[in-house]
């Protein structure tokens, strides 16, 4: 069977998705879940972007063992050596040059000849070979660039050095055929030098392809799929990595290639992605989502309690989903709850395992039965917060005309002890006009759900929100969990309300 290998860019394409902003800490814990999930090369962001991008990758080398870490460069010297020295502690790792191809990249973004971009990747590509042994290169909107153009492209990059190829699906425009033919033509012509040259796929949803194009990519030769976790990423987002990984195990048969990808730490990954990004996971989405394995009609029930094969393809065992209950309860001590913690991905210590262990003791106080899912939910809500906030208390009335009165007290790192009163036609309006009343900035809510984390009466809530700062039209993904509705709402906002001070550093 053939080996295909996973790039997990969740960190680098994956943050690019509005109003997800991951801090070190948090993409140094997703990067060790990667590693446990069996993905092969991590992109850990782009070193020369920022000092915290450039800090963030230095950390993510720091801390892994088997993964290899990447870096992701222009064709410009200074990316090449930020990236080289971010990357310095990597046990393993590699660089990602890029250059866009296409007519209109070169054109209108680079206004460059294409001799002039053929010489870049040249001059680049050679330089990086001197300071990494495995160089990666990608024309980007390489499914829009001339065939020939793209070849010859290519060719250069392999002349100068490249041993991986990633062809860039950059607008999410191609088709399965269309894009394994682009594979097809490209082995059969490009000249590896008796190279073992990787050809990888990297495909946007754009028009909801993704998966299928990355998998038409291996059908035709690649051996490498870059995606996301959840498919987060720029507008319809990447290919989901956990898409991709689930039908090659499942069609085996039919692509005859398996991969390192441990599918039942699959949900555990897609959990804490979705905690530490503030984007919810669809109810139906392929393999990760809560309905995924949920059978409604009659016809199917019936089928699946004679033989479950009748309409399930996958298990929800095989790719993490836990149907038993967690044996923790009110009476479980710290280092059961730590061991349990890690069990799901959390390496939990001082400061930030009393703070969990606490909220779980709170939690199993009021619920009769903590789940797994709500211990995750948990989790993500508590490094979410930081700490920097707490609410003291929230009253909610009537007012004489019918609306709801708002009174909120709050004690911040920024304002110490705070209240405010405020109306508004519902009890959230009102509480978050009250929190607009505290941080006084200039905001709006672009974005509201709820959700129950599990089923039943006592099911913690789950809100998720994205506030727009109207000055910098930036987007602020935030969400909140409580027992209480109410509460959750208040803690989604109040987090959001947190992110834009601390960016704003008013
Ligand atoms: O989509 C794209 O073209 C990219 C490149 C940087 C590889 O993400
Ligand atoms: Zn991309």
């Known amino acids: 069977m053939r080996k295909v290998q996973f790039f997990d860019t969740t960190l680098r394409d994956g943050e690019q998705t509005p109003g997800v902003n991951f801090n070190t800490h948090d993409k140094v814990r997703i990067a060790l879940q990667l590693e446990k999930w069996g ?27 088997t993964m290899t870490v990447c870096g992701l460069a222009r064709c410009h010297k200074k990316d090449i050596d930020a990236a080289y020295k971010a990357l310095e502690p990597a046990k393993n790792k590699q660089i990602h040059v890029f250059l866009a191809t296409s007519p209109i990249h070169m054109e209108y973004k680079l206004k460059m000849t294409p001799d002039e971009v053929l010489a870049s990747i040249a001059e680049h590509v050679a330089y990086a070979k001197t300071l990494f042994d495995v160089v990666q290169f990608s024309p980007e909107d390489a499914t829009r660039t001339e065939r020939e153009f793209l070849l010859k492209s290519v060719q250069t990059a392999v ?10 699906d950059t607008v999410g425009y191609t088709t399965p055929s269309e894009y394994g033919a682009i594979f097809r033509y490209l082995l059969d012509n490009i000249d590896n030098h008796g190279a073992d040259v990787i050809y990888s796929s990297h495909c946007h949803d754009d028009l909801g392809m993704a998966t299928s194009n990355s998998l038409a990519a291996i059908e035709n030769g690649a051996t490498r799929i870059e995606g996301t976790v959840n498919g987060i990423g720029e507008r319809a987002g990447n290919t989901p990595i956990e898409e991709c990984a689930t039908a090659l195990h499942i069609r085996r048969d039919f692509y005859n290639a398996e991969s390192s990808i441990v599918l039942v730490e699959t949900k555990n990954t897609s959990d804490l992605v979705s905690a530490l990004s503030g984007l919810a996971i669809p109810k139906n989405k392929a393999i990760i989502g809560s309905n995924a394995f949920a059978h409604e009609s009659g016809i199917h029930q019936d089928g699946v309690l004679k033989n479950p094969e009748t309409y399930e393809i996958i298990t929800p065992q095989l790719v993490g989903f836990k149907t038993n209950h967690l044996p923790l309860g009110k009476l479980s001590g710290r280092h059961a709850f730590a061991t349990k913690m890690a069990e799901l991905g959390y390496y939990l210590e001082g400061e930030e395992l009393k703070h969990a262990f606490d909220n779980f003791k709170i939690l199993a106080d009021k619920k009769k039965v903590v789940e797994e899912r709500d211990l995750l939910a948990l989790m993500g809500d508590a490094v979410a917060n930081n700490e920097s906030w707490i609410i003291d208390r929230i009253e909610l009335a009537y007012d004489s005309f019918g609306e709801q009165e708002a009174s909120v007290s709050l004690t911040t790192k920024a304002y110490g002890n705070v209240s405010a009163k405020a109306v508004g036609a519902g009890s959230v309006e009102a509480i978050y006009n009250t929190i607009d009343k505290i941080y006084k900035q200039d905001t709006r809510l672009t974005y509201y759900t709820i959700d129950a984390v599990t089923d039943g009466i006592d099911a913690q809530a789950q809100v998720n929100i994205t506030v727009q700062d109207n000055k910098t039209g930036k987007l602020y993904n935030a969400s909140g969990l ?25």
């Open 39 to 65: 993905v092969d090369c991590i992109e850990a962001g782009f070193p020369v972007a920022s000092p915290g991008d450039f800090e963030a990758v230095n950390e993510i080398a720091k801390n892994m063992t």
């Open 482 to 506: 409580d027992y209480d509705v109410i509460q959750a709402s208040a803690k989604a906002y109040i987090k959001a309300k947190e992110l834009v001070l601390n960016e704003e550093g008013e």
């Open 159 to 168: 002349d100068h050095g490249a041993t991986i190829i990633n062809v860039p």
